[in-house]
Each structure stands twice: as structure tokens, then as C-alpha cells.
């Protein structure tokens, strides 16, 4: 229940839309519940299935994609770095994680603290990717 009560915390980025491009053909939303919602499958399976274990890596790997298309086409060489930057930690640590050898319990633990890092970092990227909305001249 942990593991599937922290993978959560990554749709906090749902509330901080980027306003880089109008709200009916933003990819973010469906890719960020999508990528929350196999991950707490996954989760519920034990990570025990191979395609969800896919899955989860797919839109995971989606969604860092759109962060960096968003981060290029967008936002200044300096947010990039940072949005890779930030996505290195985060995926270097949670492969630390990954190859400890840890009994159930310990993965729980571990996992679920770096689901909270990892949302932690999404909510830093969306705010870093957040356009500022043309005002209108009449």
C-alpha cells in the first residue's frame, strides 16, 4: 500500500500545467496519468510482470522526452541542463536502489522514499517548464 500511496504524489504535476501549448493538445496530462497509473499497477503486481514492468519504463522514458522536447523547443540552455540534470540524479539514485540487495520490506521502504524524491523532482521540472501566457493586445 506504500508503494502505491507514494507513486501517487506523481500526479502533483497536474496542478502546475506548463501553458506552453493550449490545454486540448498538451501531451503532459495523459502522459503523466498514464505513466502513474502503470506504475501503481505495476506496484500492485509486485513487479513481478515483465510488460507492465515495460510499460512503466516506456512512459517513464515518455516522459522525460517531453520534458526535454519542452525544455529545447521552449526554455533557455540553462533549463535544459537543469531538466537533465535533475533526471540523472534522480535516475542514478533510484538504480542505486534498485541493485542493493534488499528483502521486501527494504524495497518498500526505499522505493517509496524515492517516489518521493522522483515527485519531488517532477513538480521542480514543471514549475522549470512553465510558459508564461502571451497576454492578449487589443
Known amino acids: 500500500m506504500l508503494l502505491l500511496g507514494t507513486t501517487l504524489f506523481h500526479l502533483i504535476p497536474l496542478w502546475i500545467p506548463s501553458q506552453c501549448l493550449p490545454s486540448d493538445v498538451d501531451p503532459y496530462p495523459i502522459v503523466i496519468v498514464s505513466a502513474t497509473v502503470f506504475s501503481c499497477i505495476w506496484h500492485y503486481t509486485e513487479e513481478k510482470d515483465p510488460v507492465l514492468t515495460a510499460l512503466d519504463m516506456f512512459f517513464a522514458l515518455l516522459w522525460f522526452s517531453l520534458d526535454l522536447f519542452h525544455a529545447i523547443h521552449y526554455h533557455s540552455t540553462t533549463v535544459l541542463i ?10 542514478l539514485i ?5 541493485s542493493m540487495k534488499q528483502n521486501r520490506t527494504q524495497y518498500i521502504i526505499n522505493h517509496s522514499l524515492w517516489h ?8 521542480a521540472i514543471a514549475t522549470l517548464l512553465q510558459c508564461r501566457p502571451i497576454p492578449l493586445r487589443i
Open 82 to 91: 537543469q531538466v537533465i540534470y535533475l533526471n540523472l540524479v534522480v535516475g
Open 94 to 98: 533510484h538504480i542505486l536502489y534498485e
Open 116 to 123: 518521493l524524491l522522483s515527485a519531488s523532482k517532477c513538480v
